[in-house]
C-alpha cells in the first residue's frame, strides 16, 4: 500500500477558548492510503496537551508509512506494528481510519455497515467554549434551535464558573453538561457539583488534574457523575478509571483510531463505566470516523466540524441534532 499525508489548516467560524488556550484555527494531516485502485482516507487531529503537532504526526506517518504492509484488512497486525512506537496517537488515528476508508471502498460499503452498526449515536453536545457568563448565555441562545444538548467549557480560574451555567441556564431548558479540563481542586470541585446537579447538569467532565490523588473521593462525594478525558487515552486506561470516574470519554485522536475506541467503549460497559465520544477540531472526515463509534455511547461530543468557516472533506450529515454517518462507500468522504 503506498502511503501520503500532508497537512491541512482548519478555519473555525469563530475563535474558541478552554481553561488552556484560545485560537482561530487548527492544523490537521490528511493520510491517504493507496491500495488496488482505490484511496482510502483519514484525520489526524493532534493534541498539544500530549506533546503532539500537525508537524510531529506529519513525521510519523512519513516515517513509518511501511508498517501498514501489503494487506488493507490486516488491522490487528498493523495496529500491533504502530502500537511498538511511542505516542503519536493522531497519527495512528490517521492511519486506522484510512484503512477502514479503504476496506469500505474496496468492499463497497459504508464503514458503519462494516462494523456491524447503525449509521447514528445519540444527538451530539453542542460546544459553548469559555467567555464570561453572558457571553455563554449569548452564544448558548444562538445555537440552541439547532441542538439537542449544549456543553459549556469551564475552568475559567475566576469564581464565576457556576454563574456561567447559571446563565446558560436561563437561556435554554436544554440538557447541559459541562467539560471543566482539569481546572479545579477537589474542594472546588465538590463545592460545584452540588449546584450544577440543582441546575439540571447531567455530567462533570475531567474537574480534577489528570492522575489527580483526589479523583477517588471525588468519585464516591460527587452527586454529578464524573467522566475522564484526559485521565483516559487507551485501553489500557479504562479498568483504573472506575476508581476515580462514573464515565470515560473516548477520542479518536487519543485511542490511536476506530479499533481502539470500540475496544474501550466495550471494556467501559464491563466495568459498569458511561461511555461518550468527543472530538477536536476537526473536518467533516475526522468526524465521520468518531461517528462510526458513536452509536456505541450514551453521550456524543462531535462537532468539530461543525466549527469551521469551511469544512474541507464534508461527510456526515447533521440532522435535527444527530450526526449521521454518510451511506456513501467507506467514511462517505470521498
Ligand atoms: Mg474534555
Not at 14 to 23: K, L
Not at 191 to 220: F, S
Not at 295 to 317: E, F, M, Q, W
Request: glycine share 10%.
Amino acid at each position: 500500500m503506498e502511503v501520503s499525508a500532508e497537512i491541512v489548516r482548519l478555519r473555525l467560524a469563530e475563535t474558541f477558548v478552554i481553561s488552556r488556550e484560545s485560537q482561530d484555527w487548527a492544523d490537521v494531516v490528511h493520510v491517504t492510503i493507496a491500495h488496488d485502485g482505490h484511496v482510502g482516507r483519514g484525520e489526524a487531529a493532534p493534541i498539544e496537551r500530549y506533546g503532539e503537532t500537525a508537524v510531529s504526526a506529519l513525521g510519523f506517518v512519513e516515517q513509518h508509512s511501511h508498517l501498514v504492509g501489503d494487506d488493507p484488512f490486516a488491522l490487528e497486525e498493523i495496529e500491533a506494528r504502530l502500537a511498538a512506537l511511542e505516542g503519536e496517537q493522531a497519527a495512528k488515528c490517521a492511519l486506522d481510519a484510512a484503512l477502514h476508508d479503504l476496506q469500505g471502498k474496496l468492499l463497497g460499503a459504508p464503514v458503519w455497515k462494516l462494523l456491524g452498526l447503525p449509521p447514528f449515536g445519540p444527538p451530539t453536545s453542542w460546544t459553548v467554549w469559555l467567555g464570561d457568563p453572558d457571553d455563554m448565555a449569548r452564544r448558548a441562545a444562538a445555537a440552541a434551535p439547532r441542538f439537542r444538548r449544549l456543553k459549556l467549557k469551564l475552568g475559567g480560574g475566576d469564581g464565576l464558573d457556576i454563574e456561567r451555567v447559571r446563565a446558560v441556564r436561563g437561556v435554554t431548558d436544554l440538557p447541559l453538561q459541562v467539560d471543566v479540563n482539569e481546572w479545579w481542586t477537589l474542594d472546588e470541585a465538590l463545592d460545584a457539583c452540588g449546584e450544577l446537579a440543582r441546575l439540571g447538569v447531567e455530567y462533570v467532565e475531567q474537574p480534577l488534574r489528570e492522575g489527580d490523588r483526589d479523583g477517588a473521593e471525588l468519585r464516591r462525594r460527587s452527586p454529578l457523575p464524573v467522566y475522564v478525558d484526559e485521565d483516559c487515552h487507551t485501553l489500557a486506561d479504562v479498568a483504573a478509571c472506575r476508581a476515580v470516574a462514573h464515565g470515560i470519554n473516548i477520542k479518536l485522536a487519543k485511542s490511536g483510531g476506530i479499533r481502539e475506541a470500540i475496544r474501550m467503549a466495550h471494556a467501559a460497559r464491563a466495568l459498569g463505566l458511561g461511555v461518550m465520544i468527543g472530538c477536536m477540531v476537526e473536518s467533516g472526515l475526522g468526524i465521520a470516523a468518531g461517528c462510526t463509534v458513536a452509536p456505541l455511547c450514551d453521550h456524543v461530543d462531535l462537532d468539530g466540524n461543525l466549527l469551521l468557516a469551511k469544512d474541507p472533506a464534508p461527510g456526515p450529515r447533521f440532522v435535527d441534532g444527530l450526526q449521521c454517518s454518510s451511506d456513501e462507500v467507506g467514511l462517505g468522504c470521498g
